[in-house]
């Protein structure tokens, strides 16, 4: 059974980094594509930053120049680097998978349970 896992978030102060990682794991065939979403207290989910395939990313406007996502192919382990953080990057960052299990016959979609990142003044 596929399992998606965040993990490394932490509080922090304004101006501080963390790295967040996805791993993911079970009778995994192939990963398309993998996205960090994030959600707010009172706000709804939204996305971060992908890393597709091919290796193609992409952030939200509000975040590029800060975040960095990657990833590791051999340990089906994404990650995202932020920098620079700032308040209102506080949140809960959720994982989001697009990938094909040897369970399914067809690409699925697959969430961790969030990891909890929260920046101070």
């Known amino acids: 059974q596929v399992q998606l896992v965040e993990s490394g978030g932490d509080s922090v102060q304004a101006g501080g980094s963390l790295r967040l990682s996805c791993a993911a794991s079970?009778?995994?065939?192939?990963?398309?594509?993998t996205d960090w979403y994030r959600q707010a207290p009172g706000r709804r989910r939204e996305l971060v930053a992908s890393?597709?395939?091919?290796?193609?990313?992409n952030y939200a406007q509000s975040v590029k120049g800060r975040f960095t996502i990657s990833r590791d192919n051999a340990k089906n382990t994404v990650y995202l680097q932020m920098d620079s953080l700032k308040p209102k990057d506080t949140g809960i960052y959720y994982c989001n998978a697009i990938l094909r299990s040897n369970d399914y016959p067809t690409l699925r979609s697959f969430w961790g349970q969030g990891t909890q990142v929260t920046v101070s003044s």
């Open positions: 890393i597709r395939s091919g290796g193609n990313t």
């Open positions: 079970g009778s995994i065939v192939s990963i398309s594509s």
